[in-house]
């Protein structure tokens, strides 16, 4: 469990990272919020105690290297990762297109209640309706995108979960003659 | 109750955790608005951001590096013959140029803007950018340490870049004038036509709440007015590229150009100085150093 972690929050680092290197490269409306991407995947695919783990730290993690409130992403990634782990128990998550639609829905979502709480908090929104094209653009960019990501994710928990799990017991009852 | 709370482990993990992201950003908030002191409960945080952001920047560097010793120089022999004829020509003009050079270069813009202002400028490295597309920020490598404090405006030798909005030892958070939660009181420099210039959240600046009938036209540069005392007056922020004027409306709008490009932004310079408004958001003057707390009121370059 510690190994899935350790290795799923790494992951998430990672995808932060290059996301950033992204955002100082390419225009805002084609950088794939990676994050994001990662945190569903995990809450879809991995063991449940590191993929909140994951949630937290990726979201907290984008808000220190951002302009929002510290906790504000943290609190939609936590809302993103049990919003999928209720879906994902409804429908087939782990196959591509549900995955994707859902996650287009969540993209969307996601800048939303962004914008929302930022309203709520600051009084600001930090985007209006100029902003709506960038988050559509973003949200079918992170949809086609999260099928790559969720193979991924999946491909790392599955490793490392075999590794994690635990021995599995063998009771031999003594009280009943061997012979 | 051992079982009890394994069972139950992930939802009170889940809910202690968004707990804590209300507490954090209700926390943020009160500083934000004044309520609390230094934002510098974050300060851990950031100190860590800044390598994190530097490890950001390496595989920028890394590619760019790449591009140009790799890539950009295919066919570099044949350029090379044409560019040692070249050298040597460039050569003689260069010791002709050398002094225009410094008189006029960007050197000399530095150091006339240094010596424009009465407040210690501290220069500074941009070191990482915002990861979100909503916000406009950025960190730079100087912190309290360095003697930066939150609420000090940064500049560059174009003009107005943002206002430092969080401090760690080492590194700060700045938050530009494109935010949309930036609020600058500025006046036109040719009219002194007063107004707000506010960031949209994209390229281009705002200038709102001027008086109809204030002669306001393309092209007029727009400076800082002193006012509120947040930032010094006669700081550049913008050009006026469109006036919006509703016949309708008591108050006309502008868009702006910045003065300062934003893209290309990896030398700023914080004023070491913070206006008495700033002083009271964030806490007077007890976490400024002495020298800078005791400064008069800056008159900035260009101020008429």
Redesign the interface.
């Known amino acids: 469990m510690i190994r899935s972690a350790l290795a799923l929050t790494a992951l998430g680092l990672a995808a932060l990272v290059l996301q950033g290197t992204l955002a100082a490269l390419l225009p805002p409306a084609l950088v794939p919020d990676l994050g994001l991407l990662v945190a569903l995947s995990a809450a879809v695919s991995a063991p449940a105690l590191p993929a909140l783990a994951l949630a937290a730290g990726v979201g907290f993690g984008a808000d220190l290297l951002s302009g929002t409130l510290l906790g504000q992403q943290a609190l939609l990634r936590l809302l993103a990762f049990a919003g999928t782990r209720f879906v994902s128990g409804q429908f087939h998550l782990e196959r591509g297109l549900p995955l994707a639609t859902f996650c287009l829905a969540v993209g969307m979502l996601d800048a939303l209640g962004l914008a929302g709480l930022s309203w709520l908090f600051t009084g600001a929104s930090p985007f209006g309706l100029e902003g709506l094209p960038t988050l559509v653009v973003r949200a079918v960019l992170g949809a086609a995108l999260v099928p790559f990501v969720h193979g991924l994710v999946g491909g790392l928990s599955e490793t490392l979960h075999e590794g994690d799990a635990p021995r599995r017991e063998v009771r031999f009852d003594t009280r009943r003659p061997v012979l | 109750m051992r079982e009890f709370l394994i069972r139950l482990?992930?939802p009170l993990?889940?809910a202690m955790?968004?707990v804590?992201?209300?507490?954090?950003?209700?926390?943020?908030?009160r500083v934000?608005a004044g309520f609390g002191r230094e934002r510098s409960?974050?300060g851990a945080?950031?100190e860590?951001?800044v390598p994190?952001?530097k490890?950001?920047?390496f595989?920028?560097d890394f590619a760019r590096e790449s591009w140009s010793r790799y890539v950009a120089l295919v066919g570099l022999h044949e350029e090379n013959e044409r560019l040692r004829a070249r050298v040597s020509e460039l050569e003689e003009q260069n010791l002709q140029y050398a002094e225009a050079i410094v008189a006029s270069g960007h050197l000399a813009e530095i150091a006339e803007m240094r010596e424009g202002f009465d407040v210690p400028l501290h220069s500074a490295q941009v070191v990482?950018?915002?990861?979100?597309?909503?916000?406009?920020?950025m960190?730079i490598d100087r912190g309290r340490v360095h003697e930066v404090r939150s609420g000090m405006p940064v500049v560059t030798d174009r003009g107005l870049v943002g206002l430092v909005?969080a401090t760690s030892p080492h590194a700060s958070?700045v938050?530009l004038l494109l935010?949309?939660?930036s609020a600058v009181d500025g006046m036109v420099q040719r009219s002194r036509a007063r107004g707000i210039v506010r960031g949209?959240?994209?390229g281009n600046l705002e200038f709102t709440y001027m008086v109809r009938g204030d002669d306001v036209v393309p092209g007029d540069e727009v400076i800082t007015s002193g006012v509120g005392g947040a930032h010094p007056k006669g700081i550049r922020v913008g050009r006026v590229l469109e006036v919006h004027a509703d016949e309708t409306s008591l108050l006309h709008t502008a868009t702006l150009q910045p003065a300062v490009d934003f893209g290309r932004l990896e030398q700023v310079f914080v004023m070491l100085h913070r206006g008495p408004t700033m002083d009271l958001l964030y806490g007077g003057d007890g976490d400024l150093p002495a020298q800078t707390a005791a400064a008069p009121p800056a008159a900035g370059k260009g101020a008429p």
């Open positions: 482990r992930l993990l889940f955790l968004v804590l992201t209300l507490i954090s950003m209700l926390a943020d908030r934000l409960f974050g945080l950031l860590l951001a994190v952001q490890a950001l920047l595989p920028i990482g950018h915002d990861v979100s597309p909503w916000f406009r920020s960190l909005t958070r938050m935010d949309r939660q949209t959240g994209t």
